[in-house]
């Protein structure tokens, strides 16, 4: 699971088919903080090169709330503005 997205890093540099991945997560019941990776393409990835960013992101988690963690968190990173028009891969 990732999600691919044109990018401009914090460099200045775009990244128009950039690779997004959630690489960590961390939390309990009501809290959950992660981090998302950036590479400048799914190739980039698969051959291990560096990433360009790594960005941490949390959201509360719902009351009751179940299923994939993973599957929650690209949830909530396609509910921020600035990712939305990201596809899944």
């Not at 509360?60 to 949830?75: A, L």
């Amino acid at each position: 699971m990732a999600i691919r997205k044109s990018w401009l890093t914090a460099q200045g540099l775009t990244l128009p088919q950039a690779y997004l991945r959630v690489t960590f997560f961390s939390g309990n019941t009501k809290h959950i903080q992660y981090s998302v990776q950036i590479w400048n393409n799914a190739q980039a990835r698969n051959e291990e090169r560096a990433i360009f960013e790594e960005q941490n992101f949390s959201f509360e988690y719902p009351p009751g709330g179940t299923g994939d963690i993973v599957t929650r968190c690209y949830q909530h990173l396609k509910s921020l503005p600035e990712f939305s028009d990201g596809v899944d891969v």
